[in-house]
């Protein structure tokens, strides 16, 4: 099982993982926040002075972030990768199960062990 990693298209640094479960499927791996931006606790980390330095994990890159999406029926699984930055402002990028998939499968097929958040 590979693991690609993802990287930031504004500052080119890595805060998310694709990875193939062992059923096959392709899962987006990161500091995961539960109940998103929307609570007021989060809310405030994300959109506070110094939120480039907040780590939601330990093993985590600070900064980078997997907030849950809504979206309309029959897209799957939506996740929302958000890159809060030093140098640029928040960044965000919501992908479906279906488009993490393909491009984990374009990266193997291509080789590669980073992509860009753009390229999912």
Do not use: N
Not at 73 to 87: E, N, P, Q, S
């Amino acid at each position: 099982m590979d693991t690609i990693t993802v990287v930031c298209d504004r500052c080119g640094r890595p805060g998310w993982q694709l990875v193939q479960s062992e059923t096959g499927g392709v899962f987006v791996d990161g500091a995961r926040i539960g109940g998103g931006d929307t609570s007021p606790y989060w809310a405030k980390v994300l959109r506070g002075p110094r939120a480039h330095r907040y780590p939601a994990a330990s093993d985590s890159r600070p900064g980078a972030f997997i907030l849950p999406a809504d979206g309309p029926a029959g897209y799957g699984t939506r996740d929302k990768l958000v890159c809060i930055g030093r140098k640029h402002p928040r960044y965000e990028r919501v992908i479906t199960s279906a488009s993490a998939k393909r491009a984990y499968d374009a990266a193997v097929e291509a080789g590669r062990i980073r992509i860009r958040l753009g390229e999912i």
